[in-house]
């Protein structure tokens, strides 16, 4: 019996083993590390063969260039993964959109926005709008019907909520509750759309005022 009892002994500590070096593999600072040295190897075999070969001097630096582009390309897809990462865990998890502003901040921003026709009235009051931007979803059937309103002006509009509190495009997708000209509006289309056009300086003016 002892032996077996070393034998799961070791297959426990192959187990942990197997789960730090997975962990350790994973790691941001590691997988950086590994470009790094695959970037080295890769520029000392590129040197190396361009000597043997008696090129000129000035031939070492094409080679260069494509592998530090190739670097970063490689270097900007582990950040775009792990951003796809966050986002799905932040859709998953959410259940308000959590702003945190004093009430009478978001009634003048929803009568700035009203008298600028930006806001469908007969469909969403300065109820629904507090409601949406600050309540859970459960409590609430409220909704906000943005109208006549840009890409670029509703991202103004929303980045001032997302850099106070962090709140991120996804999130208000996931509401459900916010429309622009009846659609629900998406992350993408924010993050896209909402940099082709940029807003008048009226609007921003009238929109900066509203906040502290």
């Known amino acids: 019996m002892k032996i077996i009892d070393k034998i799961a002994d070791w297959l426990d500590s192959f187990e942990e083993f197997k789960n730090r070096s997975k962990r350790w593999y994973l790691s941001e600072n590691t997988q950086k590390l590994l470009v790094l040295a695959m970037f080295l190897i890769l520029l000392s075999a590129v040197f190396y063969n361009l000597y043997e070969a008696g090129l000129s001097w000035y031939w070492y630096f094409a080679p260069i260039i494509l592998i530090v582009f190739v670097v970063f390309l490689i270097l900007g897809k582990i950040t775009q993964k792990k951003r ?3 986002t799905k865990e932040q859709i998953h998890t ?3 959109i959590g702003v945190n502003f004093n009430r009478p901040i ?3 921003l929803f009568h700035t926005l009203k008298n600028m026709d930006k806001i469908d009235v007969e469909k969403t009051d300065v109820d629904d709008f507090y409601n949406v931007l600050t309540l859970p979803f459960e ?4 909704e906000i019907f943005f109208i006549s309103i840009t890409w670029g002006e509703l991202r ?3 980045e001032k909520f997302k850099k106070r509190f962090g709140i991120g495009y996804a999130v208000f997708e996931t509401s459900k509750k916010i429309y622009r000209n009846k659609l629900l509006i998406t992350a993408k289309a924010i993050s896209n759309n909402g940099l082709r056009t940029s807003p008048e300086d009226y609007f921003i003016e009238r929109i900066d005022k509203c906040f502290p």
């Open 94 to 96: 959410v259940e308000t």
């Open 156 to 158: 103004y509009v929303l």
């Open 106 to 108: 978001l009634d003048n």
């Open 139 to 142: 409590n609430h059937n409220s």
């Open 84 to 86: 796809k990462i966050k």
